[in-house]
């Protein structure tokens, strides 16, 4: 496995992703896990941010030196499933922009159809999180990296709940420099192009729809 896939292996996670498995667990239920993995998700992936200022400020004591991030990033969701985790990171993050990436795999021409791009005017430069809680065959992750690349963004990074091993691989292969965190790599994808074990269809599962 590519040094930029980090795993996220805490218990509560595993505990969350045990739930999100379950056919079971019901709409309201999978949207709040959703949620909660995402802010954690969104934490681990700001750890290494380097971009701070310091100020000086008066607490209600004394004066004190702090810090504050400088160049927020951009998190952007691909829809319709990233949407259940833009805002839980956005609530992480709350200074950052966001921007939305609509892509679908045509199964008839074999290739990505883009129907929706939105993003703030001033992305150049800056960092992208990338929101989408499951990346299977990575046809729509990977058209929705050569896109933000075309903007000329510093940097990017996945946020995703579970991948598959073959989909790692392959962003890898294109696009090395990308940084992957998830809470499991899965080993199969099925003939339907879902992940196994899985979870199902995210989109599904979060907005009651087939």
Not at 63 to 72: D, L, P, S, Y
Not at 110 to 131: D, Q, S, W
Not at 132 to 146: E, R
Request: with cysteine; glycine share 4%; hydrophobic share 45%.
């Amino acid at each position: 496995m590519s040094h930029k896939v980090r795993v996220i292996n805490h218990p509560l996670l595993r505990h969350k992703l045990g739930y999100l498995r379950d056919k079971r667990t019901n709409s309201v239920e999978f949207r709040d896990l959703v949620k909660e993995i995402s802010v954690l998700l969104a934490y681990e992936a700001m750890r290494d941010w380097d971009k701070m200022v310091t100020l000086d400020i008066e607490t209600p004591i004394a004066k004190a030196t702090v810090e504050r991030i400088t160049q927020a990033p951009v998190v952007v969701s691909i829809l319709r499933a990233g949407n259940g985790m833009l805002d839980s990171v956005l609530s992480v993050i709350p200074f950052a922009s966001a921007g939305f990436i609509g892509i679908y795999r045509d199964k008839f021409i074999h290739n990505t159809v883009e129907y929706y791009f939105k993003m703030p005017e001033n992305i150049k430069g800056r960092m992208a999180i990338l929101c989408d809680p499951l990346v299977s065959t990575a046809d729509t992750m990977i058209a929705a990296i050569d896109r933000l690349k075309s903007y000329e963004v510093h940097e990017i990074k996945i946020l995703t709940i579970l991948l598959s091993d073959f989909a790692q691989k392959r962003i890898h292969y294109f696009h090395p420099d990308v940084e992957i965190f998830t809470l499991h790599v899965e080993n199969e994808i099925n003939e339907l192009g879902y992940l196994v074990p899985g979870l199902g269809d995210a989109g599904d599962r979060l907005y009651q729809t087939k």
